[in-house]
């Protein structure tokens, strides 16, 4: 499967000639700290777009954005953990809103469906949108308790949501084989499908 990660210019090359390095992971993503990938080139360009726009601004650059291109092949014998969430369910809205609540709320309610401890290698399922985010926040500053979220308000009844693959270990990077990074070409036609989200 060929998979993409948008990002800008700097961190593509660094990716290419270093290697994936978590390090580099925010916390609270959908499935946990990891690096993550999609099947969908035009989701990572609009991703690539903008981390590129964000990078500029924090350390005053000009650079472009660009999409690193890998293939993925399961190795079977490396025996990895693999979280499936590949429909937009109620169970998928869980996972992700419990990678996305802090240590202290998920040890509060005993909840251990999440990836903030690694247990999985490799996560693929939907990418989330915004909504999630702030429910999250709400819940981390005590206003809702887990139990209570209604995950309807985040589970849309139309439109495609891009799936996305994210790697969590060493072991799972080796699944992965670089083959080129490249600047997104027709940015113009991206930055329409940003307006329209």
Known sequence: MKLYHG??????????TNGIDLKYSKKY???GIGFYTTPNYDHAAISAIRATDKF???YRKNEKPYIVTMDFSLKKELELS???????????????LNNRLTKDILEAYDIKEHNQDGKYDICYGE?????????AYQVNLGN??????????????KGVYPQQY????IKAFSCITMLSCDIITG????LKLIERR
């Open 56 to 58: 500029n601004r924090k």
């Open 166 to 169: 994210s790697f969590h270990s």
């Open 29 to 31: 993503l959908d499935f």
């Open 187 to 190: 940015k113009e036609k991206y």
């Open 7 to 16: 990002t800008n210019y700097s961190s593509a090359i660094n990716i290419m």
């Open 144 to 157: 809702i308790a887990p139990k209570d979220v209604d995950y309807r308000k985040f589970l849309k009844d």
């Open 82 to 96: 693999v979280g499936q969430y590949v429909r937009h369910s109620e169970r998928w809205g869980q996972f992700v």
């Open 127 to 135: 990418i989330a949108d915004g909504s999630i985010a702030n429910i």
